[in-house]
Structure formats: C-alpha cells, structure tokens
C-alpha cells in the first residue's frame, strides 16, 4: 500500500502529549502515513503572532486529510478559534461524532450507542458580535437553507448507509422560530425522501434530560453548531469521559480528525492524559484513508487493554501515564 500524507497539527497543552501517543501507535501498528507536521493554534500564535499560519491551510489543502490535537482558544477576548476557521475555510460541514461504550470501561450506562452530527460552518459560531452601545452587545445566529439542507442530508444518508434508525433533530424552535425554525423546515424536507428511517424532534433541553436519563433511545442526533458542542461533551460523559470521543470534520473534498476534547490546561504537561480519543481519530482516519485493515488490528488491542485493565489512565479509574497506556496498547497489537 502506497504511503499517505498526511497533515498534522499536534496542537497545545496535552495535545503534543496524546498525539504522539496515538502516532506511536500507528507507526507500531504499520500505519501507512507520511505525516506533514505544521504549527497552528496557540503554538503558532506564541511563535510567530500568527495562530494559522499560511502554510496549515496550504498543506490541508494540498493533502485533504488532517489530524489535529486540541488546540487552546484564548477565553472573552484574544485570537478567534482556528477550529471555527479550519472549518469554515474547508466547508467541513459535517462534524460527525459517534459516542459508544468502551468495552470494559465503567460508566453511568451500558450499551449507549449514538452518533451526533453537528452542523458545522454556521449559527451562533459565524464571529459575528458586536458592541451596539456600551453596555450592550449582539451576537448573531445564522442559518441558511443551504447548510440546513446540506447537514440534514448528511445525517440521513449517514444513517441509511449504516444501519441505523432513527434521527432525532435537536432545536430551540419555540424560541428561535426563525433560525431553528428553519433547520427543522430543511430537515422535515429530507427526512420526506427517507421513509425508512424514523425522524422525530425534540427541545434541546428536554433532549439533554432525555439523553442523562435513557440514552438508548436515542440512535443519531441531528444539531445545528452550538447545540452539537455542548450535547457532545454531555454524550462523552455517558461513557466515561471526553478520553473516550473522537470525531470528524468533513467536507466533500477535505477532512480534519481529532478529539472531542480540548487542550486540558488543568491537566497538561503531566503525562496523564487519555490518548484513547485522539486514537480513535485516528481509527476514524485510517478507515477514510482506506487502511481498515490497521484501524482493526488498533481497535482489537485497544479494547483488550482495557478488558485486561492493563495501563489505564486517572480518566478511566488507573494510574498509569499516558506513554505507559500507549506501550500496553502496542504490547496488544497482535
Ligand atoms: P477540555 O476538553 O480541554 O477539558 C475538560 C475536562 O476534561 C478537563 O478537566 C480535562 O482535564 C479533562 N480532559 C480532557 N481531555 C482529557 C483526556 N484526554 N484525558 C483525561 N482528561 C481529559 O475543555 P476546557 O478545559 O473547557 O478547554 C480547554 C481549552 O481547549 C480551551 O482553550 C478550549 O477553547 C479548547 N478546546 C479545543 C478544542 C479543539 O481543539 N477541538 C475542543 C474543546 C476545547
């Protein structure tokens, strides 16, 4: 199998840390990939001013596939996120998160197995705030049939193409009637073309009830920007943790992978961190690169690791760091 290139961002706080535990893996593994390391994100910005220089969006585009660690976005003020610009400058529009059981792993529930896909160029997201007077600021929600339609789609052709059910669209339309207003209108009108699969809607806040009381009767989520952030961590907390998820951005022609998971200030530079998520990217990067086969044999001495209760990190009830956590998994890889 030809080598892959690949972009890499290893990102700040623990991501450098989980990162080169997850490429451990992979190189151990036999991972095809050529990896093109660049610098973005608070890295970049300490070194040259810049959080995303020229050259990261020159190599996404030259090579379309990305994997990036948590990157930090200074708080109330500084620099705008390079997530929000990563993936508005790529029109990866489809954040696609799946949330499942990690075998072995204690948390709140058994058998959660939910896919979230999270509109992801629009809404509250678009940057676009201002002071109106002193003492009074707007922050404007945008939502365009286009981008509706578009996620709406995805999650339903996601859905047909992997045996899935059921979609539940998440919205504040009583309240918001225009923007999540319109988000339903576009949904309603594809899930007409799906008469296989179950569409149904519910409140964003009677659905974050429902998901910490029976997450199993939820199959795929369906949010526009700011609802699928804030459900995502929710749903990472029902299987123990924001360790455990990773997603995908996409777009028709490019893709970033990464965690759900930030730049962990709290815990970076201590060696503790989980890599299980930023593993899990790359599990969902090796499949979109056509290297099944690699991503099987990671997952295999992945859930034996934790079925053994070999290295675990502090996350997930052990004690072990998370380079010894990435040595068990390659001790693993049969
Ligand atoms: P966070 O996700 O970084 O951390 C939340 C909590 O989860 C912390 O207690 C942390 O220690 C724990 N945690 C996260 N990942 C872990 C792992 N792999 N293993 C063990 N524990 C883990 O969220 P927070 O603190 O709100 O944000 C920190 C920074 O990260 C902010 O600057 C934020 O903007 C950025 N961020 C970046 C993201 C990205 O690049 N995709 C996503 C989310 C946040």
């Known amino acids: 199998m030809a080598m892959q290139k690949v972009t890499l961002i290893r990102g700040d706080g623990i991501g450098p840390?989980?990162?080169?535990?997850?490429?451990?893996?992979?190189?151990?593994a036999g991972a095809k990939i050529e990896w093109e390391e660049v610098l973005a994100g608070l890295a970049a910005h300490t070194l040259?001013?810049?959080?995303?220089?020229?050259?990261?969006?020159?190599?996404?585009?030259?090579?379309?596939?990305?994997?990036?660690?948590?990157?930090?976005?200074?708080?109330?003020?500084?620099f705008a996120s390079i997530n929000v610009a990563l993936r508005k400058q790529f029109e990866l529009y489809a954040n696609l998160r799946p949330v499942r059981n990690m075998p072995c792993v204690a948390s709140r529930f058994e058998g959660v197995d939910l896919v979230i896909i999270r509109e992801n160029t629009e809404g509250l997201y678009s940057g676009l705030e201002h002071e109106v007077t002193p003492g009074v600021v707007e922050s404007l929600k945008i939502a365009t049939e286009k981008a509706c339609t578009r996620i709406a789609r995805f999650a339903f052709e996601y859905a047909a193409a992997n045996q899935r059910k059921k979609i539940t669209a998440i919205h504040k339309a009583n309240i918001m009637k225009l923007t999540d207003g319109l988000f339903l209108r576009c949904a309603r009108e594809v899930a007409r073309e799906y008469g296989d699969l179950v569409y149904e809607e519910a409140i964003v806040d009677n659905a974050s009830m429902q998901l910490v009381m029976n997450p199993a009767r939820f199959d795929v989520l369906l949010l526009e920007n700011l609802y699928g952030d804030i459900l995502s961590d929710l749903c990472a907390g029902l299987v123990g943790g924001l360790g455990l998820v990773a997603g995908a951005n996409l777009g028709l022609r490019d893709a970033i992978f990464e965690a759900v998971h930030g730049s962990a200030p709290d815990i970076a530079g201590q060696g503790v961190a989980n890599p299980t998520a930023m593993l899990?990217?790359?599990?969902?990067?090796?499949?979109?690169?056509?290297?099944?086969?690699?991503?099987?044999?990671?997952?295999?001495?992945?859930?034996?690791?934790?079925?053994?209760?070999?290295?675990?990190?502090?996350?997930?009830?052990?004690?072990?760091?998370?380079?010894?956590?990435?040595?068990?998994?390659?001790?693993?890889?049969?």
């Open 48 to 78: 040259s001013g810049d959080p995303l220089p020229d050259e990261v969006l020159a190599s996404i585009a030259r090579n379309h596939t990305c994997l990036k660690g948590p990157v930090t976005t200074p708080i109330a003020g500084g």
């Open 280 to 334: 899990l990217a790359c599990l969902m990067m090796l499949r979109y690169i056509g290297q099944e086969d690699v991503a099987a044999r990671i997952q295999q001495a992945l859930v034996k690791v934790y079925c053994e209760k070999r290295a675990l990190t502090r996350d997930v009830g052990g004690a072990s760091s998370t380079r010894q956590f990435a040595a068990a998994v390659i001790a693993a890889l049969a």
């Open 17 to 28: 840390e989980v990162v080169d535990a997850a490429i451990e893996v992979l190189d151990a």
